[in-house]
């Protein structure tokens, strides 16, 4: 008796420490192109999100302390804890600048802060504990229509682009003379290269027409040549 009731406990210990270690329904909430605006943007609670990537290895290292992060915060009334995944969400990632895996921004009136803390339990609960005195920040795009993502989508692209060339080391090259550049290259891929590609399918196109007629003239020719040697030899004046 006293063994069926050690082991009642033990599979106790186990399923609650199962449980615990699980995120609860709801407490994670993770977000796409689609539906981030509609419900993080336009809310009245604090958001902490987390943008990731499945291959970063320090997303993976500082996965389970968000996870408990946001148990922590679960049913808290005004703290939500959610998670972007901007190697897929690609519109999120360039409309807030994310150029490193793993980034921390809470959101609070319209205006979304970038956390620079240690990537710790505490240092997001201090964090979140403080957010009522945070100022400054950055006011969050409006992002109302389509047109205005894909402007918004645009400027971060070329401002990317611009970044990386400065990273290679032109620097002594102004940006206006960089952007031309892109806007040269663009015209060219988008005009020059479809014609470029057009005039050598034809090319193709034409030459294996002439082959094929050759062949077609041989077999032509083959068979007026076997269709005269029958007659030579069937014929009654032969």
């Known amino acids: 008796?006293?063994?069926?009731?050690?082991?009642?406990?033990t599979l106790l210990l186990i399923f609650?420490?199962?449980?615990?270690?699980?995120?609860?329904?709801?407490c994670m909430h993770s977000f796409t192109d689609g539906n981030f605006s509609s419900i993080v943007e336009s809310s009245k609670d604090l958001w902490f999100i987390e943008f990731y990537s499945s291959w970063c290895k320090h997303c993976q290292w500082v996965s389970p302390i968000w996870t408990n992060l946001s148990l922590?915060?679960?049913?808290h009334?005004?703290?939500?804890?959610?998670q972007v995944n901007g190697g897929v969400q690609q519109i999120l990632r360039k409309q807030y600048a994310?150029?490193?895996?793993?980034?921390?921004?809470?959101?609070k009136d319209g205006r979304y802060y970038v956390y620079e803390g240690n990537r710790s339990f505490e240092g997001f609960s201090q964090f979140l504990n403080g957010a009522g005195e945070l100022e400054g920040g950055m006011e969050i795009p409006n992002m109302?229509?389509?047109?205005?993502?894909?402007?918004?989508?645009?400027?971060?692209?070329?401002?990317?682009?611009?970044?990386?060339?400065?990273?290679?080391?032109?620097?002594?090259v102004s940006d206006g003379v960089k952007v031309s550049a892109l806007v040269v290259f663009c015209i060219f891929a988008l005009v020059v290269f479809p014609i470029a590609i057009r005039i050598l399918c034809k090319a193709i196109a034409s030459k294996f027409?002439?082959?094929?007629?050759?062949?077609?003239?041989?077999?032509?020719i083959c068979r007026c040549r076997r269709y005269a040697v029958c007659r030579s030899r069937w014929s009654p004046y032969h």
């Open 16 to 26: 609650s420490t199962v449980y615990a270690s699980t995120p609860q329904e709801g």
């Open 209 to 220: 027409e002439t082959k094929q007629k050759k062949e077609l003239s041989l077999i032509h």
């Open 72 to 75: 922590h915060y679960c049913g």
């Open 98 to 107: 994310i150029k490193r895996y793993p980034t921390f921004v809470l959101f």
């Open 144 to 172: 109302a229509s389509w047109s205005d993502r894909v402007v918004w989508i645009v400027h971060r692209s070329i401002q990317e682009y611009i970044d990386v060339l400065n990273r290679w080391g032109l620097t002594m």
């Open 77 to 82: 009334p005004s703290v939500r804890i959610g």
């Open 1 to 9: 008796e006293m063994c069926i009731r050690d082991r009642k406990y």
